[in-house]
């Protein structure tokens, strides 16, 4: 099968939804089938870079959202690369530029088009020109208006799939499919970070990981970090990533004192962040925001357990205390953190996280979605009277409008 992926993110820039893609691409790719990529550019990623399978399309930083681009020009020769090789189905993972140009693309080569929807837009409309351009009572219409006349949208998550039926996204399939983690990629031993960070082994560490942004409410893990040292005075907390609330955590940091417990490590490469998590004791997460579980997959797969604040998905892969905590709480979060800094580890604790992990390696994932191409693909029914111009629909057109209106009026 030939597959198109979409997506405004991808490596060079780090972010889970760029990992997700990479781990989908690798297992497809891995049972015979060919993936291509078609993305933004990036300014880490030389114009002459020999990248098999992925086309890059000019772009620029997303105002708000400064480590995110939007492609700006590539419509004609995206569809003419998807015809050069032969699509079967696009997969769209962005419902801005190179979305659009997916939706498109399949128009034009008369395909299935699916979305899987990665972002919970409520909860990060304030980067986009300080909620002025888009509002969290918005994003519905935005949302059913960008997967009109797709053929089906992937759910990360339950709560992903109730959001969208909130928004009246009902007439298509969406099937609830969880992100793989590629365990066989999170190998070890790349670098010493008990040199590197000056902690002695046998230290307890927090390991929060993931982008530095408001809605992740690491302010939150700062806070409870400061009562937890009351206890264990020699624990370590590493926050691991970058994003735009991490000055004002460093100020938190300072304004506590606490700058010899805890360390800002700045950005990890994900070819790294195995040893971040197998150097921790506990990896906590105080986010309330969260989809799906891509990082406490990632700390399974390192044979570490996790705190965190209950989600739908969470509750569901949380089903024994050696694989996580899930809490209400700030004085439950630190007392489960307190739990798994005070009592070791068991080899029971291993086997039981081994077989939480192995339901969502990424064969599983990419067997889930391979399943619903499938699916999407032998229901695909072209529609003889379909217009075969290049217009777009009135949905559409207002979808765009609403993305690309000035931010600054008043009506």
Known sequence: MNIGLFTDTYFPQVSGVATSIQTLKDALEAQGHQVYIFTTTDPKVSKDADEPHIYRFSSLPYFGFKDRRLTF????????????????????????????????????????AIHTYHTMYEDYTHYV???????????????????????????????VKESLLSYGVDDI??????????????????????????????????????????????????????????????????IAGDGPAKKSLQDQVEELGLQDAITFTGMVDHDQVADYYRLATVFVSSSDSETQGLTFIEALACDRPFVAIHSPYLDQLVTDSAIGKLVDDYDGF????????????????????????????????????????KEVIQNYKQDEQADDSDQLNDDEIGYIKRLLRNPFRRN
């Open 129 to 159: 020109a300080k909620g002025m351009l888009i509002k969290p009572s918005t994003v519905s219409h935005l949302m059913k208006a960008y997967l009109k006349s797709m053929d089906g949208c992937i759910a990360p998550s339950e709560r």
């Open 334 to 373: 630190i007392d489960a953190v307190l739990s798994y800094l005070k009592r070791p580890d068991s080899k029971e604790d291993e086997q039981v996280r081994r077989a939480a992990v192995k339901n969502v390696d990424a064969d599983t994932f990419a067997n889930r979605v391979l399943a619903f191409y």
């Open 73 to 112: 020009r590539g419509l004609i020769q995206a569809v003419e690369i998807a015809k050069e090789v032969k699509l079967d189905i696009v997969h769209t993972q962005t419902e801005f530029s190179l979305g659009l140009i997916g939706k498109y693309v399949a128009r034009r080569l008369k395909i299935p």
């Open 173 to 238: 399939p969406i099937p609830v499919i969880p992100t793989g983690v590629a365990i066989k990629e999170l190998g070890s031993g790349r670098e010493d970070l008990h040199a590197k960070y000056g902690i002695k082994p046998g230290t307890p560490v927090v390991l929060s990981l993931g982008r530095l942004a408001f809605e992740k409410n690491i302010a939150m893990t700062i806070s409870a970090f400061s009562e937890i040292l009351e206890q264990i005075p020699d624990a370590r907390l590493l």
